[in-house]
């Protein structure tokens, strides 16, 4: 079932722990930066809410496929 998770960037360049890492970085980079956004009233909370719910599904689903 689909490549090994070390082809999953060129040349399995990048562990998939860093790719984890990285995109709970940037899912507590868009929390603060979202919700500030939001206070400022410049972005709906609605949108800030989908945004973030984004990068929480892609943190789960690179975390459920390393531990699979």
Known sequence: ???PMTKITPEGR??????????QRELDLRRQFYWAKVR???MRQDDAHLRIALMEA???????????
């Open 1 to 3: 079932m689909g490549a």
């Open 14 to 23: 990048f562990p998939v722990s860093a790719l984890i890492a990285e995109a």
């Open 40 to 42: 400022a009233g410049k």
């Open 58 to 68: 892609i943190v789960r689903r690179l975390t459920v496929t390393a531990n699979s």
